[in-house]
């Protein structure tokens, strides 16, 4: 029998569906400031759909993040879409 191979999913903070790891923009907040996953602490995850919905995902930011500046996040988020890594 051949084993089966587990491909992991996640949930997206702001819509809350479960979709592969992979289709998922990894991030964390690190005082106050919404940066991408540096490989350590806490993150969460933002699937691409959402991160084009602004008023959605600001509202899922502010209730990870705890605290910070709604105007920062909205420029960090934007930067973070259009980042060509």
Same mark, same amino acid.
């Given at each position: 029998?051949?084993?089966?191979?587990?491909?992991?999913?996640?949930?997206?903070?702001?819509?809350?569906?479960?979709?592969? @790891?992979?289709?998922?923009?990894?991030? @964390?907040?690190? /005082?106050?400031?919404?940066?991408?996953?540096?490989?350590?602490?806490?993150?969460?995850?933002?699937?691409?759909?959402?991160?084009?919905?602004?008023?959605?995902?600001?509202?899922?930011?502010?209730?990870?993040?705890?605290?910070? /500046?709604?105007?920062?996040?909205?420029?960090?988020?934007?930067?973070?879409?259009? /980042? /060509?890594?």
């Amino acid at each position: 029998m051949a084993k089966k191979f587990h491909l992991p999913t996640r949930m997206c903070i702001s819509c809350k569906e479960r979709y592969p @790891q992979a289709t998922f923009e990894r991030l @964390q907040c690190v /005082d106050g400031s919404l940066l991408l996953y540096s490989g350590s602490g806490r993150s969460f995850y933002l699937c691409k759909n959402c991160l084009f919905d602004e008023k959605k995902v600001l509202k899922a930011l502010m209730r990870e993040c705890r605290n910070g /500046d709604k105007e920062k996040f909205t420029i960090r988020l934007k930067e973070i879409i259009t /980042d /060509d890594r």
